[in-house]
Structures are given as C-alpha cells and as structure tokens.
C-alpha cells in the first residue's frame, strides 16, 4: 500500500469518526430544561461508570463511541458544572457550561383561558400527578444499550410550548414540563423507544398515564389514556402499541409525553429525530 493510499484511508476515518461524533452532540442542549451529550471515547472499552451530582448518569454506545447523556431540570441555574467519569478505574473530571435561555411567558385572557379549557384537558391532571411521578424518577436499571433517538409517542402537532410560563391574574403558572399533541381520536399511542412497562398510574376519569423504563435513568409518561393494551412488567419495542384511543365527538384528542432523564423532566423534543 503506497503512502499516499494509507494518507486517504486515515483521512477518511478521521472525517468518520467526526461525523459519528457530531450525531452524538445532536443531543447536546446545553440549556435549563435541555440535555448534556458528553462524548467520553471509543466503546472498544469498558462502560465508563459516569456520576453527576453523585448520580449515576446514562451512558450508552452511539457509533462505536461511548456517550453519556444527562438532563437539565427547568429550575437548572446556568454556570459551569462537573461530572466524574471512571474508566478502567481511572477517574476523570469532565466539565460542561450551561448557558442561559428566556422561555416564553404570555398572558391569559378570558377568552384564551376558556379555549385552552377545551385544548389542553391533560395539564390539570399531569399538574397533580406530579408527586406521585416524582418517586418513580429515581429508578435505575441496567440495560446494555439505550434506545436512541426516540420517537414521539403519537402522530400529530405539538400543541404547546415547553417551558413557557402563563401569567393569570397576578399568579405566574408553573413553567410547561412536557410536550403535548393534538391527534385523531382513534390514533395508536406507541412506545417511544425499547423499555419496559414499569407502572400504570391511574388519572382519575381520564384513564391512565404509562410509565415506560427505557433502562439507565430514562423514563418516558404518556398518557393519560383511556384504555391501554399492555400491562406491567411488559417489555416493549420501539414504536409497539401502548393503546389506541377510543373515537369520541370530539373532532381530535390529545396526549402528553413527560420525559425524565437522571430525575430531570427535560424537553422530550431534544431526543427526537426531527430529521
């Protein structure tokens, strides 16, 4: 092999292992209520035991490349943060900025309040879910790839803002945590990537809302959903039906997806392949 040869070859994998690693910082939103995407080398090695704030984060094999994944929380003060990684048991310190953003706060008027009444039935009831879902956030288990990117859990039109605030009278609301879709009344709910059914929460009248273990810290709510087709305990495939929604006088239903990622509610949106 002539030296110019080999000079192309390595040339070429250069540009591939680039390319591999831009894919891998499509998940890197360094903002409150976003997701870090820390690439921590070849997976040829062990699994890097990876911690942030004394919490095991996901890590998980993206090309041939190790990448560890963690979530912001909305309330997450923008500045410089560390995480400890552990390979081969040498430790290293990595770091990472967050960096400041402006989320949208609007005013309710009586005519708006009563029309997202009708358009947004999910927000009340997520709203009191919120500390019994809390626990579940803590759950870990080992899985040896994660599922990436997901998918949305139903077809149809994002119909709210993440992170947007409403102010109503002098009250400021508590800042959207989810993503919420607008869809046909007979649309499949499915599974946003490989998990397991870990809980069914039941939502009053509305139906239930499924906790799905997508392994390592990961878990996707959706719901609520009148009737669901799966139980507890229940593995699950990459878009497999969770339920189809019942056909009712309304012309369109809605669902919401909440996603928490190392006890973070984060925008499930940056997890999606939106290509």
Known sequence: MGIGTLAKILIIGCFAVHAHAQSALD????IP????????????TPLPITKFGGRRVLVTRHHNLWVALLGLSLDTVPGR????????????????????????????VEQTRRRETSTHPT???????YEKLLPMTSLWSEVPDVDLPLRTPVDGRQINEYG??????????KPVDYAEFE???????????????HELINVDDAGVLVCIDHGMGLLSFIGPIPSVQVKVGDRLAKNQ?????????APLSSVSWLLSLNQAFINPMLLVDRR
């Open 81 to 108: 943060y560390i995480v400890s990684v552990t390979n081969n048991d040498e430790p290293e310190i990595r770091d990472f900025v967050v960096k400041p953003h402006r989320y949208p706060v609007r005013r309710v």
């Open 27 to 30: 998940f890197h939103h360094p």
């Open 164 to 173: 947007s605030r409403q102010v109503k009278g002098d009250q400021l609301t």
């Open 33 to 44: 209520g976003g997701s870090i995407a820390l690439i921590l080398g070849s997976a040829d």
């Open 183 to 197: 869809t046909a009344p007979d649309a499949q709910v499915r599974s946003p990537g490989r998990g397991r059914v």
């Open 241 to 249: 039906v969770l339920a189809v929604l019942p056909q009712s006088g």
């Open 123 to 129: 927000q009340p009831a997520l709203a009191d879910l």
